[in-house]
């Protein structure tokens, strides 16, 4: 691990260099208590230069990806925050959490623009339009809500009357379809303007997280049954299972050119895939903890974990 503040130079992270990954650093969640029943979330600001991560009771803190240097907190007391993300505009995070409420907060101090009225359950995952205008949730026990950003009025909900329990939200790049994973198997596709529902992909567990790849040609699921799934959206059929964690597949993520899938798990590491092949490239162990959500950033250098072990850590390759 680099002992200095500041991250040294890195390279995009590839096939050919997955190998040489490496622990860059670790970031403690300021306030956070230890939890094994909650949700995490980390995400990355579109430019890079910012990361913010939420796990259980924290004060949501903001950190200067390339230091490490904790730049702001948005809450003044922990609460129990699992979900946070960066606008692709830059100007927003938007948080949410066991309160049902959802705030969004400036990025470059801070400071609260606004709360929307809050949901009957927790808040699990949140997910900007690609325009930013839109906000769309996922709640444990409401279903999935789509609001207006600018001023948090709501504009459809899926699922909410059925109580349906949704554990993931992600919005294609065109912005035309949201994927949801459902805590009782499947993947929902929503019309992402009116809420209907245009497809749903078999998976007969839990399904942890869902994500499209950079130019929305492939959707990925990972799932409690250890397993990731890619989908081609042209026709939504079956292009591979991705086999190699031992546990629940909590988390995915994309590398900015898509040639690459990152992955967390319950068997407490990240997996780096091959999208072409479904290869494992490199698993890389180190949390002490399970392994919920993962992030690369923008310029594909950074890779950042959060765990229940109330630990962000960043990975790269000098």
């Not at 949700?39 to 939420?54: E, N, T």
């Not at 399970?290 to 594909?300: E, F």
Request: net charge negative; proline share 5%; hydrophobic share 40%.
């Amino acid at each position: 691990m680099i002992p200095s503040e500041t991250l040294p130079a890195l390279q995009p992270v590839t096939i050919a260099n997955a190998k040489d990954l490496q622990l860059l650093k670790t970031l403690s969640i300021a306030g956070f208590s230890t939890s094994q029943v909650s949700q995490c979330s980390v995400d990355f600001s579109p430019d890079g230069r910012l990361m913010a991560g939420v796990c259980y009771k924290n004060t949501a803190p903001v950190w200067e990806a390339q230091s490490g240097k904790l730049l702001f907190e948005l809450l003044k007391a922990p609460e129990h925050l699992v979900a946070t993300s960066f606008s692709p505009d830059g100007k927003t995070i938007a948080t949410g959490g066991f309160s049902g409420k959802i705030a969004l907060y400036d990025t470059s101090n801070g400071e609260l623009r606004r709360e929307f009225p809050a949901l009957p359950s927790a808040v699990w995952e949140l997910d900007f339009s690609p325009e930013s205008d839109r906000l769309a949730s996922a709640s444990i026990h409401s279903g999935v809500q789509v609001w207006e950003s600018a001023r948090g009025k709501q504009l459809w909900s899926y699922g909410g009357k059925e109580r349906l329990r949704v554990l993931s939200v992600a919005y294609a790049p065109d912005g035309k379809t949201i994927a949801c994973g459902m805590l009782a198997g499947g993947v929902v596709l929503l019309d992402a303007q009116t809420g209907q529902v245009a497809r749903t992909l078999p998976v007969e567990d839990h399904v942890g997280d869902v994500t499209f790849n950079p130019d929305g040609s492939l959707l990925a699921a990972g799932s409690d049954d250890n397993l990731i799934r890619l989908w081609k959206t042209v026709d939504y059929s079956l292009l591979n299972t991705l086999e190699g964690h031992a546990d629940f597949v909590n988390g995915i993520a994309f590398s900015p050119d898509g040639s690459l899938l990152v992955s967390g798990s319950h068997d407490k590491s990240l997996g780096i895939w091959e999208v072409k092949s479904g290869q494992l490239l490199k698993r890389l162990p180190g949390h002490k903890q399970v392994v919920l959500r993962v992030a690369v950033n923008s310029s594909g250098t950074l890779i950042a974990s959060i765990s229940w072990d109330g630990t962000v850590r960043l990975w790269g390759v000098e």
